[in-house]
């Protein structure tokens, strides 16, 4: 664990202003009042689209920013910390979307207050990051239901964790299991018919709900997670085991770790990368990037 100490450092706050169920208004003069000016100089940056945080990030970056910060959900810190891989520049998070699945990983707090505190402290690690047919993600991946839940909740005007529960019910029944072959790089294959896999760099999808129990940011593995079609009437049981973390126990789910694997499919399918679903190849290479990514956190935390 290491600790920011220069003076005056710079930082850059990416803020998307419509993330989760509220606009984040007045966030700046918030961050004026709560920023320690002793130590930091800062700018607010807006995005204004898609994809508008990972350009405000690459710029940041250009411009030697020691510090740049996410302020939005699991997509918006996707987006600025890709720009990050591999660089000095050290992520912040301050945890504004709906599911905050990460931050709720690495125990960042919810409240603006206290993670502006964290910001403040800067202690920093090291994390992995991985990569499905090269494009980054940081917390989790996916093929199957999870990736048609992402392109329904991005474009669902409902957020929350009741924007998520409509689409699930809505689509469950009818949704048929995918087949899917899998060679891991430690030479294990399985062809299976699963409802969907997740790739876990992180434990979490959000909202408390864990889907990779063992699941480490430092470890150099990715927990695969396979999931096949339970029962309706199993349904209730599954969702609490989610949140109690120990899907591991569920009959219908098989976690494998590994550092790397290959993905074959019939044809070209929605994969979700940090809840943004994009169309990807029959063919998908997933890969692990060990700790490639500074990150803020609290003290102790990994």
């Keep these: 664990m290491s600790v920011l100490n220069k003076p005056k450092q710079k930082i850059c706050f990416i803020v998307n202003p419509v ?15 709560n920023i320690d000016s002793a130590r930091f100089q800062y700018e607010i940056k807006f995005t204004q689209r898609r994809g508008h945080a990972s350009e405000l990030s690459k710029e940041a970056v250009q411009r030697k920013f020691d510090i740049i910060v996410a302020v939005g959900g699991d997509g918006t810190i996707n987006e600025v910390a890709i720009a990050l891989i591999g660089k000095k520049p050290v992520l912040g998070i301050i945890p504004r979307g709906s599911g905050n699945g990460l931050a709720r990983h690495l125990g960042i707090p919810r409240s603006l207050l206290k993670a502006l505190q964290l910001i403040n402290q800067s202690h920093f690690t090291e994390i992995d990051t991985a990569t499905l047919n090269g ?31 409509n689409i699930i019910t809505r689509h469950f029944l009818n949704y048929k299991p995918k087949k899917y072959t899998l060679i891991f790089d430690e030479g294990q294959k399985i062809t299976e018919r699963a409802f969907f896999i997740a790739f876990a760099n992180s434990n979490q999808f959000g909202y408390n709900t864990t889907i990779a129990p063992n699941a480490r940011l430092n470890d150099g593995k990715l927990d695969i997670c396979i999931v096949k079609k339970t029962q309706l009437v199993e349904v209730p049981i599954v969702a609490n085991l989610l949140f109690l973390k120990r899907i591991d126990l569920a009959s219908n789910v098989t976690i494998i770790q590994s550092k790397g694997l290959v993905v074959k499919q019939k044809k070209k399918r929605l994969v979700n990368i940090d809840g943004e679903a994009i169309k990807m190849d029959k063919k998908i290479r997933v890969e692990i990037n060990p700790l490639s990514l500074r990150i803020i956190i609290p003290k102790n935390k990994l």
């Design 19 to 33: 993330s989760g169920r509220k606009r984040q208004a007045g966030i700046g003069s918030y961050i004026k009042q």
């Design 135 to 165: 494009k980054p993600f940081i917390s989790i991946a996916g093929v199957g239901f999870d990736a048609l839940v992402a392109k329904e909740f991005a474009a669902s005007e409902k957020r929350g964790f009741a924007g998520y529960f």
